[in-house]
C-alpha cells in the first residue's frame, strides 16, 4: 500500500482524519495550554541538545544502526510500560489503514532513519557542527508546512527563522570540526528525514494522541532495524558500561520522554513555529559539549548561540 500526498489534497486529508475532534486538535491553545506546550518543547529541546552530545561519545563503540536499534528498543520498551500504567483508552489508537500508515512512515523516516543518519554523521563530525547542520530542518519545516498544511507564513515565524538562521551561520563560519563530506552528507540526510517526519506526524496527531503515536512509531522503527541485532549483540559484548547507560539514556530521554512531550506541543501549537525552538538545539550543544566533551566554544559560538536564542524569542511571538 502507498500513500500519495499533493500540496492541493494534505489540507483534505487532515480535514478527514480529524473530523471527529475538530476542537480538540486545533493548535495554538490560549493561556495554559500555550504556556503548558511551550514548556514541553522546551525540555524536549534540552534532551534533543544532549543527545548529540551523547551520540557523540559513544559513536566510538556503537555503530549507527545497532545504537539506533537499542535506543528505539529501549524507547517502545519504556512507552509499552507506561500505556500498561496510565491504561491508555483505546478510542485513540488507529482505527484505519491510512492512520497506521502515517504512524508508520514517521516511525520509520524520522524515529529510525533520521536516528541513524545522525549516528552516522557524528562518526565524521563534532556534536555542535553535527547540530548546526540537523539545525536546517526548521526552516524547511517552516514552509513544509506553510506550503503543504496551510499554516501560512506568518511575520514572526519568518523575522524569527532569519534571525536564528544567522546565528547558526555565524557558528558555522567559526567550526574547527575537521570533519569530511560523509558527516556532512549524512546530517544534511537528518534534517530531511526530520522534516518529513514532523509534517507527517502533524497530520498523524489530528487522529492518534501523542502517546500511542510516539509508542507505535517506536516499535515500527525497532522493526525496521532488526536486521542489525546480531550487530548490536556483538558490540554490545565488548560496550562499556557508560556506552550502554548512554544508549539507555538516548533511549529513555530524548526518544520517548522528549518525543512524547514533542507530539503534546505539536497537537498545541503550529508545526512551523513550534520547530522554530529547535534553533536553540545547536546553541545547548555547544554548551554541553563544552562540558561534557571539552570542546571550548570560541567567542563567535557564544554570539551566534545568542543570536539563535532570539531568533527562537521572536519566531514564538504571536501574530
Known amino acids: 500500500m502507498s500513500y500519495r500526498f499533493a500540496p492541493a489534497t494534505m489540507a483534505d486529508v487532515t480535514a478527514r482524519l480529524d473530523a471527529p475532534n475538530t476542537l480538540a486538535a486545533r493548535t495554538d491553545e490560549p493561556d495554559g495550554g500555550g504556556r503548558a506546550a511551550a514548556v514541553a518543547a522546551g525540555a524536549t529541546v534540552l534532551m534533543w541538545a544532549s543527545a548529540f552530545v551523547v551520540i557523540r561519545d559513544v559513536g566510538d563503540t556503537l555503530s549507527p544502526a545497532p545504537l539506533a536499534l537499542v535506543r528505539l528498543a529501549v524507547a517502545a520498551i519504556a512507552l509499552g510500560a507506561l500505556m500498561l500504567v496510565v491504561r491508555r483508552p ?5 482505527r484505519s489503514w491510512t492512520s497506521v500508515g502515517l504512524v508508520v512512515a514517521y516511525g520509520v523516516l524520522w524515529l529510525a532513519g533520521y536516528t541513524v543518519a545522525l549516528n552516522a554523521g557524528e ?12 539545525n536546517l530542518a526548521p526552516l524547511m519545516i517552516a514552509f513544509g508546512a506553510g506550503r503543504f ?7 514572526p515565524l519568518i523575522v524569527g527563522s532569519v534571525v536564528a538562521l544567522g546565528g547558526v551561520a555565524i557558528i558555522a563560519t567559526d567550526s ?19 522534516t518529513v517526519g514532523m509534517l507527517i506526524q502533524k497530520v498523524t ?3 492518534v494522541d501523542g502517546l500511542t503515536a510516539t509508542w507505535l512509531a517506536c516499535v515500527a522503527g525497532t522493526v525496521v532495524l532488526l536486521p542489525w541485532a546480531p550487530q548490536l549483540v556483538d558490540e554490545l559484548r565488548t560496550a562499556s558500561t557508560g556506552a550502554v547507560a548512554g544508549a539507555v539514556y538516548l533511549g529513555i530521554f530524548p526518544t520517548a520522554i522528549g518525543f512524547v512531550l514533542w507530539a503534546y506541543a505539536l497537537r498545541r501549537t503550529g508545526t ?3 520547530s522554530a525552538t529547535t534553533y536553540a538545539v545547536p546553541a545547548i550543544s555547544v554548551l554541553m559539549s563544552w562540558i561534557v566533551l571539552s570542546e571550548t566554544p570560541t567567542a563567535f559560538g557564544l554570539v551566534g548561540g545568542a543570536i539563535c536564542l532570539l531568533g527562537v524569542a521572536i519566531s514564538r511571538r504571536r501574530s
Open 90 to 94: 483505546m478510542r485513540r489508537v488507529p
Open 123 to 134: 562518526q565524521h563530525i563534532d556534536a555542535g557542527t553535527a547540530a548546526l547542520l540537523v
Open 149 to 155: 498544511l496551510g499554516e501560512g507564513f506568518p511575520r
Open 176 to 194: 574547527s570540526s575537521g570533519g569530511d563530506w560523509v558527516g556532512v552528507v549524512c546530517c544534511l540526510a537528518a534534517a530531511a528525514l526530520f
Open 205 to 207: 496527531l489530528h487522529h
Open 272 to 274: 512551523g513555529r513550534l
